[in-house]
């Protein structure tokens, strides 16, 4: 353990509700809901701090909202005024230190060890960080800040004032903070590790903390252990500035055994390599705005079409729609090579993932993901796929071959 490492963890209130109402002064002070549709089906993604007040949650459906907020202001969301005012936030960051982790849209870790010798000068650089925000982004713009000697740590202290907090917690503090918690106000506990914890008897963050780490180790497998050095102060991933950076594209491309303008056989390779790359991009947590796809033939001409998605998709049947649309023009020489490649590559954030009908389709598609993963890449596959025998191995984004993105 380095007791002495400094982190700190900055949140956005209230994120894009806020850049909403930053954007627009007529809308401060109101309940303001984002949604991803505007139908009475459609859900809110993010709720103003004023919204919030009335109940108005994330998740919840418009009607819904609009029954215990009547006044509420419904607006559709604008995710490139959000990414615009994002990148102006982890610019801020970024120029106080190189080790800016920046984890989701609307959050980020700095490393400050170093920087700051002591919590009093990390207090400091944080209310700095909340005034250079308000004065050169803008000034309805609030963020919660955690301060402590980990990232986990860090975390869990953000979270406990909002909005516009600041919060430190200390090795001295871990004796007491943890006391009569519930189990899901730890961050990486959801409900169903809440009831494994509950049938080893464990009832709270503080009965974790005081957990034998060897008796999680051997129920939960090597994640019950990292929880209980998070609880205890004790580091286990530290700030990694590239952790989180896009990749450009996530590509999958194929030199075919059979050199063929058979259709019907080149739709097959390409939903599967399709699938291969949607999957890799939805593990990374991703979605993509762009799709690029094209072919060498054997007369050696290459022909690549990239084009805009009609919004950002993660869905696989939704891409592999996508990339069939190659196929719409005749193919007339005999093909020996097919690549796709998915760019554009934006953060699935929680808030964004929220759409109404895409709440299945997001299951759905977990639930493809964890079976493939444990047995096999190609072991849930679309009807269309089931008897065609043909596998394009695992490779590299062909990007790194073929350089033919803007
Ligand atoms: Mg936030």
Not at 8 to 32: C, I
Not at 207 to 213: A, F, G, T, V, Y
Not at 216 to 232: A, M, V
Not at 307 to 325: G, N
Request: aromatic share 10%; glycine share 6%.
């Amino acid at each position: 353990m380095k007791g002495e490492d400094i982190i700190m963890h900055v949140d956005m209130n209230s994120y894009f509700a806020t850049v909403e109402q930053q954007a627009n002064p007529l809308l401060r002070g109101k309940p303001v809901g984002v949604c991803a549709y505007l139908s009475p089906k459609g859900c809110i993604i993010a709720a103003s701090q004023e919204a919030k007040k009335f109940g108005v949650r994330t998740g919840m459906r418009v009607s819904e909202a609009k029954k215990i907020c009547p006044q509420i202001i419904l607006l559709a969301n604008d995710p490139d005024k959000y990414r615009f005012i994002s990148r102006q936030i982890f610019s801020v960051l970024k120029k106080i230190s190189d080790d800016v982790e920046v984890y989701s849209i609307d959050e980020a870790f700095i490393d400050l060890t170093g920087l700051a010798k002591d919590f009093n000068v990390a207090q400091a650089i944080a209310k700095k960080i909340k005034q250079t925000i308000r004065d050169e982004i803008g000034s309805y713009l609030t963020c919660s800040i955690g301060i402590s000697h980990t990232r986990w740590l860090a975390k869990f202290a953000s979270e406990e004032n909002k909005p516009d907090g600041l919060t430190i917690i200390t090795q001295q503090d871990l004796a007491n903070i943890f006391k009569d918690r519930p189990l899901q106000h730890a961050w990486g506990i959801g409900r169903a590790l809440e009831c494994r914890l509950q049938l080893l008897g464990i009832e709270n963050l503080y009965q974790l903390q005081h957990s034998s780490p060897s008796f999680l180790q051997t129920n939960l497998g090597w994640y019950g252990y990292y929880l209980w050095c998070h609880l205890n102060g004790i580091e286990v991933e530290g700030v990694d500035a590239q952790r989180n950076q896009l990749p450009k594209s996530i590509g999958h491309s194929y030199c075919l055994p059979k050199i063929t303008n058979d259709k019907d056989y080149l739709v097959r390779i390409m939903s599967k390599l399709t699938w291969q790359a949607a999957s890799r991009m939805r593990s990374l947590n991703l979605q993509t705005g762009k799709i690029s796809c094209g072919y060498h033939n054997v007369a050696g001409q290459t022909l690549f079409r990239s084009w805009k998605l009609p919004r950002y998709l993660y869905d696989s049947v939704d891409i592999i729609k996508q990339a069939l649309l190659l196929f719409t023009q005749p193919i007339i020489s005999k093909i020996n090579f097919l690549a796709v490649s998915l760019n554009d590559l934006v953060f699935r954030s929680g808030q964004l993932s929220f759409f109404t009908d895409e709440i299945k389709k997001s299951n759905l598609n977990k639930a493809i993901d964890t079976v493939n993963n444990k047995f096999g890449k190609f072991t849930l596959l679309p009807g269309s796929l089931i008897n065609f025998r043909e596998f394009p191995p695992d490779r590299i984004g062909f990007r790194k071959n073929i350089r033919y993105e803007s």
